[in-house]
């Protein structure tokens, strides 16, 4: 059932959902493939349509990719610019965001296993090594699939996240899910399940302007 969302409101309200997920309720595959279809839409470099998608259900698998991903959040809680550390200004309702941030990213590590649906996007050849150049083609060529995979999902009903800390120990999962790691690369995993209401709201963020550079770097917009 779609929640029948307007485009803006479902591009302004596609968080990522991991404390709400709800574990127990299963989803249906025709869900996902719609979900799936809305990905194969989306823009690659040079009309390549290189892409492979991986939808991981079995249990078995889903306990194993939770044991790397949990070995790789050990890694990743103790690099800078991780959640906790990300932001270092004194904003105190961004802090408290960060806050928010890192205990449902801690969350989702604990209940990994827990998540329905688990989809990996994939790309022929390797990326190491690659030019930046060639290396943000190939990923542009394949990220807003993802993106637009959890656009369709959030009007559906279903929360998402795109994570990329599995890849720490890409090629044990690799192995995990039967994928050919020399000539495949995985480029996120996307957790996805059933939302727990499905009243989300515009994140905080900074205006605009604060961002923005119009024509030169520190230039104005028009609307300024």
Not at 47 to 57: D, E, F, L, R
Request: glycine share 8%; net charge negative.
């Amino acid at each position: 059932m779609k929640l029948g969302l307007s485009v803006d409101d479902v591009l302004a309200t596609t968080r990522a959902v991991r404390k709400r997920l709800d574990f127990d309720k299963p989803v249906e595959p025709e869900v996902v493939k719609e979900c799936l279809e809305a990905a194969l839409q989306s823009p690659t470099g040079s009309n390549s349509q290189a892409w492979q998608w991986m939808v991981v259900t079995d249990q078995e698998k889903r306990n194993a990719l939770a044991d790397i991903y949990r070995k790789g959040w050990a890694l990743y809680a103790n690099m800078d610019g991780n959640a906790a550390t990300a932001y270092q200004g004194d904003d105190a309702s961004r802090l408290a965001q960060q806050e928010r941030v890192t205990s449902s990213a801690e969350y989702l590590a604990d209940n990994f296993e827990k998540v329905p649906v688990m989809m990996i996007p994939i790309l022929p050849g390797r990326l190491d090594g690659l030019p930046a150049m060639a290396a943000t083609s190939l990923l542009g060529s394949i990220l807003p699939g993802a993106w637009s995979f959890m656009l369709a999902a959030r009007e559906r009903g279903l929360g998402t996240a795109l994570t990329t800390i599995h890849l720490m120990h890409e090629q044990e999962a690799a192995e995990v899910l039967g994928i050919d790691y020399d000539n495949y690369t995985q480029c996120a995993l996307v957790t996805c399940g059933y939302t727990l209401g499905t009243d989300f709201k515009p994140a905080n963020r900074p205006p605009v302007e604060s961002v923005l550079h119009w024509d030169t770097w520190g230039g104005d917009a028009p609307w300024v």
